[in-house]
């Protein structure tokens, strides 16, 4: 049975980390904020894990993102998030020295969007770990800071 909550108030994407951390450390949860943007909850024992579980379900459901989230992009959205990958993750990306899958037409990407043949530039985080992968998730941003706007 989900436990009852209550809607605190409504969060945007940048503040989601701090703002779950909290509420999971209110819980008795410790929780670290990981430089891109994830959360950890360490040392958590086997005997916790569904506590852990209701705490992060009343965490999520008592700070939710405004609905404009939880929509679909458009196919403005998603034409706008292309040309962002292309034109500003690629370069990023490969100024680490990575190399990104190449990018196919629009028409490509439109078409195969939430696919399991979608064209990502972010595929290769994959193989980075620890402190490198943290430097590159946090200079190479994922979509526009307007896409949903």
């Known amino acids: ?38 959360i950890e909850n360490p040392g958590v024992p086997a005997a916790q894990q569904e506590a852990l579980a209701v705490a992060q379900f009343v ?23 292309y040309e962002f990958w292309v034109v500003e993750s690629v370069p990023c990306l490969q100024s680490f020295g990575l190399n990104p899958p190449l990018a196919p037409t ?8 939430e696919s399991p043949d979608m064209w990502g530039p972010f595929t290769v985080l994959g193989t980075l770990s620890g402190p490198r992968y943290d ?6 941003p994922q979509s526009p800071d307007d896409l949903r706007d």
Do not use: H, N
Request: glycine share 6%.
């Open 1 to 38: 049975m989900r436990p009852d909550t209550t809607k605190v108030r409504e969060i945007e994407p940048e503040d989601w980390a701090s703002v779950i951390a909290g509420c999971l450390d209110e819980q008795g949860f410790q929780t670290v904020v990981r430089a891109d943007g994830g």
């Open 59 to 81: 965490c999520g459901a008592s700070y939710p993102f405004p609905e404009k989230y939880s929509q679909p992009l458009t196919e403005a959205q998603l034409s706008r998030l």
């Open 106 to 113: 629009l028409a490509v990407f439109l078409e195969t969007y």
């Open 135 to 140: 430097e590159v998730s946090v200079a190479c």
